[in-house]
DNA sequence: GAGTGGTCTAGACCACCCT
DNA sequence: GGGTGGTCTAGACCACTCC
């Protein structure tokens, strides 16, 4: 809220992490600027925002892109929105993009951690139904299986078994083994995640969980099932991560406004 | 995609739950046109979606009312939207409402399952600093602590924890012991969830889990903690919900678009 | 009744994908 | 180069909240 000079070089400031590629337009801008001054704490939690009306006079835009912002603070879970009264701050918490969601070695970044990758094998063989079915590959087609075990400055915390499709997986198999980010390389490669479907549950550790995290086997580990897929659709990873209880949670806002969680039986 | 005339009543079938006081607008009905096209197989998974323009001649609107109805889509991860290219279907799943996921009754309902809840106990005393911090009160405010036991089809699910402030709570109190939903006979009072944050991480059974759920004490749950708010952004529950392993799993979809879940550290 | 956000329209220009 | 979605504008009307 600092300037509200369109043109101006100051909008967008600190406060939240860009996405690499996200382009630069006026509404993230705003959106940015909104974010900062939420953050900044200009508006504490509870406050009004000023009117939509009023903003897009401060910023020189028109009202629909106002709006456009303010629907990124809604699905944030930063603001409110309803028909009759001006929206109101609900939080004032940093959210995380989500290259930060994706990818373990940004995260651990930004959350000031010192993030460790260790690649404890790659095969490459025919998929199980499962995999090639999440992968929306043949059954039987070949995948590449890779093992890691990912430590935050050095503590063992998650093990992560993910499956590529052969395009993929024969760019990770040439990633050096103590590599911190796969996705940062795959990324270097033109191989761009935009989506993700998570899912969410609690599995036993297995032999392999067990050494790798030095835990009893049969121990409960919270376990994140994720397929990621680039702007065109195609499913590019699917990967199953279990962290050691007590050291990740995960949360998640949402509105009847945006419905991106549910609650399903498990298998 | 049956008819397309917007002053048809056929519209807006059957494959997507209604969510109660969702107005009929018409970028709903056309959303909800199109993710019943979708669930009967007109466009399978991978197909492409007609363009903006054909929708917007075909169901006679503006292509932003389009733009709106496919917003829904894609926050739903039913679809991608890239530019330069015609939308492509990437999963032909049916999705949760809002109101199915707030509440587990509706949510048991949805699946076939015969919900059930049991009321243990219900105190009135002044809250601990998490629980005042959450609902927004100043801190020692008196609150209603209610632990609840769910069922699906009489076998013990989840031991639910919520706490209200007094203005919920005095109504909570009165609702009979046996109510399978009390977000439903909320609703009846006028107090209406429109938002909610949700941290998903695991947590041993504490005794009293123990009892209820049959198992052991220090056995893992899956832990879901939750505050809901209601339209104006006051907090109106904060719950504490410990689901048996292998019940339930929770699922989310985000993208570059979107991003609605963050991962944590554990407090 | 004034103020506010929600919905809808019509049109414009641009960036990008594909052939 | 034609098609497509992304962005932005300007204006209109309505439903709702609050005083």
Redesign the interface.
């Known amino acids: 809220m600092t300037s509200g000079k369109t043109g101006g070089a100051g909008v967008g400031g600190t406060g939240q992490p860009k ?1 690499p590629k ?1 382009p630069q337009t006026l509404y993230r801008k705003v959106a940015a600027d909104l974010r900062d001054a939420i953050a900044a704490g200009a508006y504490g ?2 406050a009004r925002l000023p009117a939509e009306g009023a903003l897009a006079e401060r910023y020189e835009v028109s009202r629909g892109t106002i709006r456009q912002a303010l629907a990124l603070l809604r ?3 930063l603001v ?1 929105s ?1 028909r009759g ?1 001006r929206r ?4 004032d918490t940093r ?4 290259a ?2 994706t990818s373990f070695a940004r ?1 651990a970044r930004s ?1 000031g951690e010192e993030p460790g990758g260790r690649t404890i094998a790659v095969v490459r063989e025919p998929g199980r139904p499962l995999e090639c079915e999440q992968l ?1 590959l043949e059954s039987e087609a070949y995948v590449y299986r890779v093992l890691r075990l990912r430590t935050l400055s050095g503590r063992p915390v998650m093990v992560e078994r993910a499956v590529y499709p052969e395009w993929v997986g024969e760019l990770v198999e040439r990633f050096p083994r103590e590599a911190d980010s796969h996705s940062t390389l795959l990324e270097g490669h033109g191989v761009l995640f ?9 599995a036993p550790a297995d032999t392999e969980d067990a050494v790798l995290l030095e835990c009893g086997v049969g ?4 376990r994140e099932r994720r397929r990621s ?1 680039d ?3 195609t499913p590019v990873e699917w990967s199953d991560d279990r962290y050691l ?12 406004a ?9 298998q």
Do not use: C, K, M, Y
Request: glycine share 6%; hydrophobic share 35%; no cysteine.
């Open positions: 996405d996200a939690s509870g699905a944030d879970g409110t309803r009264t109101v701050v609900l939080s959210v995380q993009s989500f930060e969601l995260w959350i929306r935009t989506d993700a479907d998570h899912t969410i549950d609690l121990d409960a580990l919270l897929t702007s065109t659709g209880p007590g050291t990740v949670a995960f949360t998640v806002h949402n509105s009847t945006s419905t991106a969680l549910s609650r399903r039986t498990s």
